[in-house]
């Protein structure tokens, strides 16, 4: 947990421990497109993509962005620009898979104050607007509203990963529609992959 205020963590429980970042690792796919571009000047295609991603978490343009731009380079890109030092991209074998990408919660973090202190202003105005926009339902029916967003009233914005959820990722009350898996189960291989 870090206190923007005060500049200072005010809790820190394994927070070198990596993990599965899912649809977090969307966020290193925007800003890697975003980093040497202005918003406002980015293709409409480019913007209908980044705003589906960001807001309703769609996979389809993680993957475009994932295949387009190199997918693992992308990581490893982000890691030296915001001396990330437990993020790795897809193991060996799971290049494709954008959700196996390893971060931290120290590396979350990193990213997030990034986003709001040091990135250029139009960029982090973009990202941020399409977090506090975040959609109930993910564009795979999953309700994306859990955790931070469950527990504190608005204004908030998150950005969510979530994989292996079975029935419980239904979206909306009294839904019965089971939402489709999120990620890579370790073996065999399935969920989000980029198009190769």
């Known amino acids: 947990m870090f206190d923007r205020q005060t500049g200072t963590f005010t809790e820190q429980l ?14 290193l796919l925007a800003l890697d497109f975003l980093w040497d571009r202005s ?9 209908a993509r ?7 978490s769609q996979d389809s343009a993680a993957n475009h962005y994932w295949s387009t731009y190199g997918g693992p380079a992308i990581v490893d890109r982000m890691i030296t620009r915001l001396g990330l030092v437990d993020t790795a991209p897809p193991p060996a074998g799971y290049e494709g898979y954008w959700g196996y990408t390893a ?9 997030y104050r990034h986003i709001l202190q040091t990135a250029p202003a139009d960029v982090r105005d973009f990202i941020m607007q399409r977090l506090r926009q975040s959609t109930r ?6 309700d994306q509203h859990f955790g931070i967003a469950a527990a504190f009233s608005q204004p908030w914005a998150v950005k969510q990963g979530w ?15 089971p939402a489709p898996v999120r990620g890579p189960a370790p073996s ?5 992959r980029a198009s190769t």
């Open 14 to 27: 394994n927070a070198a421990a990596t993990f599965r970042s899912a649809s977090v690792v969307k966020l």
């Open 39 to 47: 918003p406002g000047g980015i293709p409409d295609a480019d913007r």
């Open 50 to 56: 980044l705003d589906s991603m960001l807001r309703s």
């Open 103 to 111: 971060i931290s919660a120290r590396d979350t973090v990193k990213i």
């Open 137 to 142: 339902c993910a564009s795979d029916s999953f």
């Open 163 to 177: 994989s292996r959820f079975s029935a419980q990722g239904t979206c909306g009350p009294g839904s019965s529609t």
């Open 188 to 192: 065999p291989p399935q969920g989000p």
